[in-house]
């Protein structure tokens, strides 16, 4: 069992930044494999960024390469997600997610722990 809470988000303008902190706790945070995701009003849920054990490897979805960055603090049970030049487009709840496996998981179903979310907007 791994628990997950977010925190983080808010009302910004556009162009601005917001980091996204996911606290884990429950098991070896080390081994886990940790996603970030996105869901807009409407829309489905769709990933953001992963970060992978044991070396760290990223992925992320095209619209926010360049401007976002995932990563983690194993000491602090922590994952972040670093947003820059955040656009409307970027309007959602934001949610963390986990799996134990060594691989770098990038769809809804592959991860089996989520948090309750953290809404960002932003504005034109």
């Known amino acids: 069992q791994v628990q997950l809470v977010e925190s983080g988000g808010g009302l910004v303008q556009a162009g601005d930044s917001l980091r996204l902190s996911c606290v884990a706790s429950?098991?070896?945070?080390?081994?886990?494999?940790m996603g970030w995701f996105r869901q807009a009003p409407g829309k489905e849920r769709e990933f953001v960024a992963a970060?992978?054990?044991?070396?760290?490897?990223?992925s992320y979805t095209t619209s926010v390469k360049g401007r976002f960055t995932i990563s983690r603090d194993n000491a602090k049970n922590t994952v972040y997600l670093q947003m820059n030049s955040l656009k409307p487009a970027d309007t959602a709840v934001y949610y963390c997610?986990?799996?134990?496996?060594?691989?770098?998981?990038?769809?809804?179903?592959?991860?089996?722990?989520w948090g309750p979310g953290t809404q960002v907007t932003v504005s034109a």
């Open positions: 970060i992978r054990w044991p070396d760290d490897s990223t």
């Open positions: 429950g098991r070896t945070f080390s081994r886990l494999c």
């Open positions: 997610a986990s799996v134990a496996t060594p691989g770098l998981a990038t769809r809804t179903d592959e991860y089996r722990y």
